[in-house]
């Protein structure tokens, strides 16, 4: 026999609540005010440029191999737009050749480091310090504007930046990759180069 059916009461049924949310922060912060900068989410520290510009600029001061072993591509970078916007103002139509010769030259660079330390180097490294090392080499564009380089005194100015580059290249390539007493076989390489890249100034 079929037992009696309950009459309906009108009532839900509500389940009991068998999580509780716990109070823990979440892992993005829950406000703005929690999350980082947006240039330390980029990897710009204008306090390591500054430095990394002086040690360029300055070729008898020390490195600070730490620092220079960074891969900081926002100096070099801005760098590159400055030389090509120097070549530009001499009638020079080169920003392809400033970034060909640049890839080409970073990554032979990059190959021969890598044969010559013990330690090894990025390829960012690389590219980073051959790029704060262009410096020099904007001075020699903005001189090329006013006056022209093809004369003896043109010549010498250029030779001195091919030096400057390359002595403060070959110095912060020694200290970051502990590479003591090989700064004339560093050196070489890097003045071919930003040789090249005063032909592009001085012609």
Request: charged share 5%; aromatic share 12%; glycine share 10%.
């Amino acid at each position: 026999m079929m037992q009696p059916q309950q009459p309906y009461t009108g009532q839900i049924f509500h389940p009991t609540q068998t999580y509780t949310p716990t109070t823990s922060q979440p892992f993005y912060g829950n406000n703005f005010e929690d999350e980082p900068p947006l240039l330390e989410e980029l990897g710009i520290n204008f306090d390591h440029i500054w430095q990394k510009t002086l040690t360029v600029l300055h070729p008898l001061k020390v490195a600070d191999g730490s620092i220079m072993n960074e891969t900081d591509l926002a100096g070099p970078m801005v760098f590159c737009l400055a030389f090509g916007a120097t070549l530009l103002l001499a009638g020079k139509i080169q920003f392809g050749y400033v970034y060909g010769i640049s890839a080409i030259g970073c990554l032979g660079m990059f190959c021969l480091l890598n044969l010559m330390s013990m330690t090894g180097v990025s390829f960012g490294c690389v590219a980073s310090v051959l790029g704060y090392c262009l410096l020099p080499m904007i001075l020699l564009s903005s001189f090329a504007v006013i006056f022209s380089l093809q004369g003896m005194v043109g010549i010498i100015l250029t030779a001195g930046i091919i030096g400057w580059c390359s002595f403060s290249a070959s110095k912060i390539f020694i200290s970051a990759l502990a590479m003591e007493g090989q700064q004339l076989l560093v050196a070489y390489p890097c003045a071919l180069l930003y040789g090249v890249f005063a032909l592009i100034s001085v012609f």
